[in-house]
Nanobody
């Protein structure tokens, strides 16, 4: 079982940037794929980005791209078993609890995507609050 601990959330002004972190512990095979999600109370969970931990290949939505298509950038530091999510140009509607999740590649069918795959381990979440 993978343990995931998010950090770096907080209160920020609109227009600013924030980087949140997620550190994994356990068998590295169980976090071969890691993703970032967010949830607003009363709404469904939204997949933001995912990353193949070994190669560092990121995915945003269902598309692979070297360049983030939006305001979110996922990255990882393999030496620290840590995945990051940078959020730029923050908006009040970005206010949510942000979660990271992990899965082995077999459990997600080899597809490390932020949506449409089953993540088996979840962190406790970190609150991000954006004020206007």
């Amino acid at each position: 079982q993978v343990q995931l601990v998010e950090s770096g959330g907080g209160s920020v002004q609109a227009g600013g940037s924030l980087t949140i972190s997620c550190t994994a512990s356990g068998d590295i095979r169980d976090f071969a794929c890691m993703g970032w999600f967010r949830q607003v109370p009363g709404k469904g969970r939204e997949g933001l980005a995912s990353i193949y931990f070994g190669s560092g290949t990121p995915y945003y939505g269902d598309s692979y791209t070297d360049s983030p298509p939006g305001r979110f950038t996922i990255s990882r530091d393999s030496t620290k078993n840590t995945v990051f999510l940078q959020i730029n140009s923050l908006k009040p509607e970005d206010t949510a609890i942000y979660y990271c999740a992990a899965a082995s590649l077999p459990s997600v069918g080899g597809l490390c995507r932020p949506t449409g795959v089953r993540y088996s381990s979840w962190g406790q979440g970190t609150q991000v609050t954006v004020s206007s």
